[in-house]
């Protein structure tokens, strides 16, 4: 029985990552159907350079680049790779991710929602930081992720401030501080760029932006307070959304870690 299961296991992801290469055919063929560039997001990161990341597009237009410095340290070696095979692993890495999620037949179903597919074919990161909201309930240190990516959204790694589990928060809070450190030590003009980005872009979004970022994240730390106390991980992507920079409607694609997190006790 064991063996069984384990080759229709086998056999689930083998499909699952066939039809996948239909999904992504369909929309190399026919990119317009998202309604955005193909690629957009995926293409703003390949293309930023790390001698000069912050110098784009400004904030919402095509092309612009926005997260701290450690995301592209870290990520360097993936933007020397040519476009094609770049985008290419981006995308599978997009699917297997939301695989892993909410399982392989499940994830195939998704990709019809618009925001999802949209998600997948823009090459944006909520996926990702999906995979790590789950993951850093258990690997705290996993938050630095999504602290050092969208920042606005490390509100949610307060989960463990609110339980009490002081060990957590501290691991939390000092790789991420840990991986701010040896960023500046190695890029110190990067940081320096990127606060004088984000000082140039708050300034053209306005006041009321400002004002409803800082609205929204309150409500996402009051959230995070409730799932807390609680101890109901299943909201935590919902005060993960609401907290996000620019609350664009791939963004809920967090939401697909709550089976996840739905199972855990």
Known sequence: MTRDRDWARIAWWIGAAGLAGVWVTLLLLQPDVIGKPFGVDAMAYHSASLSDPYSGPKVGLPGAYLYPPPFIQVLTPLWLLPWEPFIALWLALELVALAWLIGPALALLVLAIPFVLA???????????????????????????????????????????????????????????????????????????????????????????????????????????????????????????????????????????????????
Not at 176 to 184: D, F, H, R, Y
Not at 237 to 258: D, K, R, S
Request: proline content about 5%.
């Open 119 to 265: 998600e997948v074919a823009i090459g944006n990161v909520h996926l990702f930081m999906a995979v790590a909201l789950v993951l850093g309930l258990r690997q705290p240190s996993t938050w630095a992720f999504i602290a050092l990516t969208k920042p606005t959204v490390g509100v949610v790694g307060t989960w463990h401030l609110f339980r009490g589990e002081w060990r957590h928060a501290g691991l939390a809070i000092v790789t991420t501080l840990g991986v701010i450190a040896i960023s500046v030590l190695v890029g110190f003009d990067l940081w320096v760029a990127w606060l004088d980005r984000m000082r140039g872009d708050t300034g053209t979004a306005g006041p009321a932006w400002m004002i409803s970022l800082a609205i929204r994240v309150l409500l996402a730390l009051v959230i995070v307070w409730f799932a807390a106390r609680r101890r109901r991980p299943i909201i935590l992507p919902v005060a993960a959304f609401l907290a996000l920079p620019i609350p664009w409607a791939e963004g809920l694609t967090l939401l697909a870690a709550i089976p996840r997190l739905a199972r855990i006790r």
